[in-house]
């Protein structure tokens, strides 16, 4: 088989698949759908090559075990480790990350595009706002409906009115058929989310000439000079994860979208970029939630998944609500096995579950070809904390008749007083409970070759012909959810590599 438009898998490729094309995308998350779509608009023949699998709604299992085992990248094993241990999730298969991601969309921060303008010399034609156009566009961003919200988010809101606080609002997000099911981090099983295989992916294949190879992995690299000549890498059996064969593209121009972790592994692995920045500079947004008991049903695990939030972005953080299928509740309790577990676990329709994200401001942390490491900074812990303390607010303000906090220790908490005591300023870092969704980062863009991977166009310095356009791009940290910036930086890389093609 050869270049052919339309999605193909595993099954349809023999022993050897050999493609050419114009330009070759390696990846197939939210970086790397966004550019194909661009490309395919300005007419260049696209080859797009995933390790994961193509999924259908119909296919996902709304089971935890199922979507560790099938869509979650490393079978749901990635950790970080350092002066405490962080799991870190990301998504695997056409649509990538986006395929488990709760939809929530914001569109880039404008004070941190000044800042990046300012800093690293990011968009001085200011393109990006007109991709933030058509990335919301494109997702069909907009609040869901009350009838499907759910009663995890309204009481929030209503512990936020109680309060008097302001900066709360219901979520945009990306799922203009959400019916409400609360599984969005197990793959949408109704095909209500707009992830990006549903949008830009959908859209490239409408407008021009794409051809989507799952089952690939990208591995190795033939170069002459300072052009990249082609790709190869294994064909990927979906059900072991092993390689079955081989393939390889020869192209003009290669992109590379495999994401945080990905695009700098193969960087790494085939030697391609000399830069001291590269695997360096990782963003996490750690988040961590509160449980609360509240004096009605709540099932939070019904209505959208995470449909309400606050904005503390200036003060470091975003309060969000969230949910987790019942059975996972149990693995996420942060409580010893025993008497009290139980109570609470008899409790657990009634739970309300919400949480914070942090800006990450003073954290450490870097991927090397087989690890993650991180050294938590003291001022996101102390973020952290002081988020915390208002979602146990809010909580409080809504009627909430105990929490779980999660602090190690920390039991039970009843009224603010119990919790500031438990969210004192000196809590270490490995007795909080967090994780990560939102690794950004590690081959930042930047205009001095001295001090990023990247040009600010996304291409690897001292190569002609190769791009990254995914999260790792980023030179710092949003503060907010990422889609929707992952997705303008793919149609800006993108866009430049069509104008560099034609000439
Ligand atoms: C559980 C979860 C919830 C989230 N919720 C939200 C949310 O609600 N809103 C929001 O804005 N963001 C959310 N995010 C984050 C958002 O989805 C990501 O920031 C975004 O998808 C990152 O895009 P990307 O292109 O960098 O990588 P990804 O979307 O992760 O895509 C990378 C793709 O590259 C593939 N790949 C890697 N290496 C190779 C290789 N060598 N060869 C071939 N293919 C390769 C991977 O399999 C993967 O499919 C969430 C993420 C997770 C995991």
């Given at each position: 088989?050869?270049?052919?438009?339309?999605?193909?898998?595993?099954?349809?490729?023999?022993?050897?698949?050999?493609?050419?094309?114009?330009?070759?995308?390696?990846?197939?998350?939210?970086?790397?759908?966004?550019?194909?779509?661009?490309?395919?608009?300005?007419?260049?023949?696209?080859?797009?090559?995933?390790?994961?699998?193509?999924?259908?709604?119909?296919?996902?299992?709304?089971?935890?075990?199922?979507?560790?085992?099938?869509?979650?990248?490393?079978?749901?094993?990635?950790?970080?480790?350092?002066?405490?241990?962080?799991?870190?999730?990301?998504?695997?298969?056409?649509?990538?990350?986006?395929?488990?991601?709760?939809?929530?969309?914001?569109?880039?921060?404008?004070?941190?595009?000044?800042?990046?303008?300012?800093?690293?010399?990011?968009?001085?034609?200011?393109?990006?706002?007109?991709?933030?156009?058509?990335?919301?566009?494109?997702?069909?961003?907009?609040?869901?409906?009350?009838?499907?919200?759910?009663?995890?988010?309204?009481?929030?809101?209503?512990?936020?009115?109680?309060?008097?606080?302001?900066?709360?609002?219901?979520?945009?997000?990306?799922?203009?058929?959400?019916?409400?099911?609360?599984?969005?981090?197990?793959?949408?099983?109704?095909?209500?989310?707009?992830?990006?295989?549903?949008?830009?992916?959908?859209?490239?294949?409408?407008?021009?000439?794409?051809?989507?190879?799952?089952?690939?992995?990208?591995?190795?690299?033939?170069?002459?000079?300072?052009?990249?000549?082609?790709?190869?890498?294994?064909?990927?059996?979906?059900?072991?994860?092993?390689?079955?064969?081989?393939?390889?593209?020869?192209?003009?121009?290669?992109?590379?979208?495999?994401?945080?972790?990905?695009?700098?592994?193969?960087?790494?692995?085939?030697?391609?970029?000399?830069?001291?920045?590269?695997?360096?500079?990782?963003?996490?947004?750690?988040?961590?939630?509160?449980?609360?008991?509240?004096?009605?049903?709540?099932?939070?695990?019904?209505?959208?998944?995470?449909?309400?939030?606050?904005?503390?972005?200036?003060?470091?953080?975003?309060?969000?609500?969230?949910?987790?299928?019942?059975?996972?509740?149990?693995?996420?309790?942060?409580?010893?096995?025993?008497?009290?577990?139980?109570?609470?676990?008899?409790?657990?329709?009634?739970?309300?579950?919400?949480?914070?994200?942090?800006?990450?401001?003073?954290?450490?942390?870097?991927?090397?070809?087989?690890?993650?490491?991180?050294?938590?900074?003291?001022?996101?812990?102390?973020?952290?904390?002081?988020?915390?303390?208002?979602?146990?607010?809010?909580?409080?303000?809504?009627?909430?008749?105990?929490?779980?906090?999660?602090?190690?220790?920390?039991?039970?908490?009843?009224?603010?007083?119990?919790?500031?005591?438990?969210?004192?300023?000196?809590?270490?870092?490995?007795?909080?409970?967090?994780?990560?969704?939102?690794?950004?980062?590690?081959?930042?863009?930047?205009?001095?070759?001295?001090?990023?991977?990247?040009?600010?166009?996304?291409?690897?310095?001292?190569?002609?012909?190769?791009?990254?356009?995914?999260?790792?791009?980023?030179?710092?940290?949003?503060?907010?959810?990422?889609?929707?910036?992952?997705?303008?930086?793919?149609?800006?890389?993108?866009?430049?590599?069509?104008?560099?093609?034609?000439g």
């Amino acid at each position: 088989m050869t270049w052919r438009h339309g999605k193909h898998s595993s099954a349809d490729y023999g022993e050897h698949l050999d493609v050419e094309c114009d330009v070759a995308i390696l990846g197939a998350g939210a970086g790397g759908c966004a550019a194909a779509s661009a490309l395919a608009q300005r007419g260049f023949r696209v080859a797009l090559f995933e390790e994961g699998k193509h999924w259908n709604p119909g296919d996902f299992k709304a089971s935890n075990a199922f979507a560790f085992r099938h869509v979650y990248a490393e079978r749901g094993n990635r950790v970080a480790v350092g002066n405490g241990w962080m799991p870190i999730n990301g998504g695997r298969g056409v649509g990538g990350s986006t395929l488990i991601n709760s939809a929530i969309s914001f569109r880039t921060p404008d004070a941190l595009l000044e800042g990046w303008r300012e800093r690293y010399d990011f968009d001085p034609e200011l393109n990006f706002s007109a991709y933030l156009d058509e990335v919301m566009a494109t997702l069909r961003v907009g609040v869901d409906p009350m009838q499907v919200q759910g009663r995890n988010n309204t009481i929030f809101a209503e512990g936020m009115e109680k309060l008097g606080w302001s900066g709360g609002a219901f979520m945009p997000r990306s799922a203009p058929g959400c019916v409400g099911c609360g599984v969005c981090q197990l793959g949408c099983p109704s095909g209500g989310k707009w992830s990006a295989d549903r949008s830009f992916l959908a859209k490239a294949l409408l407008a021009g000439e794409v051809g989507v190879y799952a089952d690939c992995r990208a591995s190795g690299v033939t170069s002459e000079g300072s052009r990249i000549t082609a790709i190869h890498g294994e064909i990927m059996d979906p059900q072991s994860q092993e390689p079955t064969g081989t393939w390889s593209v020869k192209a003009k121009h290669v992109i590379l979208s495999g994401g945080s972790f990905g695009s700098p592994r193969f960087l790494m692995k085939n030697g391609l970029s000399e830069s001291e920045h590269l695997g360096h500079h990782l963003r996490l947004h750690p988040a961590t939630g509160v449980f609360a008991k509240m004096p009605e049903v709540i099932e939070h695990w019904r209505g959208v998944s995470q449909g309400y939030w606050v904005d503390r972005w200036e003060e470091g953080f975003l309060m969000e609500t969230a949910t987790l299928t019942p059975d996972a509740n149990f693995i996420a309790m942060p409580l010893e096995f025993g008497e009290e577990l139980n109570r609470v676990m008899a409790d657990l329709p009634m739970l309300a579950l919400a949480g914070v994200l942090v800006h990450d401001e003073d954290t450490e942390a870097r991927v090397t070809e087989d690890g993650v490491f991180f050294e938590f900074g003291d001022g996101d812990r102390k973020t952290l904390l002081r988020g915390l303390t208002a979602v146990a607010e809010v909580f409080f303000a809504a009627g909430a008749e105990y929490l779980v906090l999660p602090v190690a220790g920390a039991g039970l908490v009843r009224d603010m007083d119990q919790v500031r005591a438990e969210l004192h300023e000196e809590v270490p870092f490995h007795r909080i409970m967090t994780t990560s969704s939102h690794p950004m980062g590690t081959c930042r863009i930047g205009a001095d070759p001295a001090s990023s991977v990247l040009d600010v166009h996304g291409r690897v310095w001292g190569w002609d012909n190769l791009n990254v356009a995914d999260a790792s791009t980023f030179p710092e940290a949003l503060g907010v959810n990422p889609q929707v910036t992952v997705m303008a930086m793919g149609l800006h890389v993108g866009h430049t590599v069509a104008d560099g093609l034609s000439g």
